[in-house]
């Protein structure tokens, strides 16, 4: 195993689960996700189709223990150890679409709370500087939190898509 391998564990181990939620999400999703376009000449003559709809996504999948959802928080690494791109500098330079951020159960068997958001409203919120304090990690790296009632609260005043499972009121406190 490689420690890209390990790194990308959670993202392989629940492919299935990921992919469901995505799809439950779709109907929110706003018409600047899609594309809908005539076939080409071959495209209709030879395959018998007339349009083509494709979904434009690129997706930025983080999984969480358990034990951290108490924070309420959807948190990006800020800081690399080389100085390496971010995952933050990647939302910056529009290189991701949506954010697929997840907690597992405690037995790390399923994930049980799911929020999927349009980067751009972590964005707004970055560039108003409206985000948890940066905290320094034991390995010298930092994160980032963003309050997921405030990336609600962003993504319904903008029209960004904004999905959360279980569905549940949530708060701005902590607890």
Known sequence: MTPND?????????????????????????????????SS???????????????????????????????NDLTIRSKSLKNNQTELHKIMDDKERIYFYAY???????????YICDVKAIKNLYNKNYFNKESINAD?????????KELEKVSIENNYIFYKYPVKQLSLFNG
């Open 140 to 148: 010298g790296t930092s994160l980032i939190g963003f309050n997921f």
């Open 41 to 71: 000449t071959l495209e209709d003559t030879k395959f018998a189709y007339d349009m083509v709809f494709n979904l434009k996504l690129n997706i930025c999948v983080r999984i969480r223990k358990n034990e951290y959802k108490k924070f």
């Open 6 to 38: 390990n790194i990308r564990r959670w993202e392989t181990k629940f492919k299935n689960e990921i992919k469901k939620h995505l799809i439950k999400a779709i109907p929110k999703f706003s018409d600047n996700y899609f594309d809908l376009k005539l």
């Open 104 to 114: 597992m159960t405690k037995d790390k068997n399923n994930l049980e709370e799911i």
